[in-house]
C-alpha cells in the first residue's frame, strides 16, 4: 500500500467514524424527545445508505443507550426517561425485522439467550438475538433476569446449540461465570458465549463477545 492510498483509507475511515457519531447522537435526540418515527427514519436511512444490521446496532444504537445510560447514572434524566427509550428502541427493532417465514429452516440449529439473574438490562441481548437469527440459528430470546434454575431448566428442556448470557453489573460477574462454568459441566459439548459490560476478559467455559459486529465470527461453523 502506497503512503498515498494509506492515507486515503485512513481518511475514509475517519469520515466514516464521524458519520456514524453523527448518526449516534441524532438517534439519541430522538430517543430523548421521544420521537419513535424520528429515531425509526434514522435507522432505516442509516441501512438504506449501506449499513448492516451489526453496524447500526454497535455504531447507531448502542452508543445511544450507552449515553442514556451515562445520564441516568448523573441525574441528568430520570428513571422514567431511560425506560423510555429502552421502549423505543425495542419496538424499532421489532419494526427493523423481516417478518417470519414460517418456511425458514435454521441452518445453525437453536440459539438461547438470557440475562443472568438479577440483570436488568437486556438490549445488548436482544440485538444478539436479532443477529444470531440473521447468522441462522433459531433464536430464544428468555429476556433480562432470568434465575438461574429456570435457566438451567430452558436448557435441558430446550436443547439449545448455543447458549448467550449476558451482565452489565459488575456484582453479577460472578454469577455470570458460575452460570457458564454450570452450563459447560452439564453440557460439555454445549457452546456458550458471554457479553455485557461486566464480562470478564477470560471466563473459563465461554467465549466472549464485547463487539456486536464481531458475534457472527465467535459463533461455531454452519452445520453441515
Known sequence: MTEK????DKSAKGGRYRGDARLA???LEALRAADASGA????TEALGQGMTTPELYQRVIAPAMHRIGE???????TVADEHMATALTNRILAALRPPPDPA?????????LAAVEGEKHALGLRMAADLLEDAGYDAIYLGADVPTGALLQAVESLSPDLVAMTATMETLAPRLEAVAAELRRAHPDLDVLVGGQAAPPRIDGGTLVRDLELLSERVPSPQV
Open 71 to 77: 445520564l441516568w447514572e448523573r441525574g441528568a434524566i
Open 104 to 112: 425458514a429452516v435454521p441452518r445453525r440449529g437453536r440459539a438461547l
Open 5 to 8: 492510498s494509506a492515507g486515503a
Open 40 to 43: 425509526y427514519r434514522i435507522a
Open 25 to 27: 447522537r441524532l438517534y
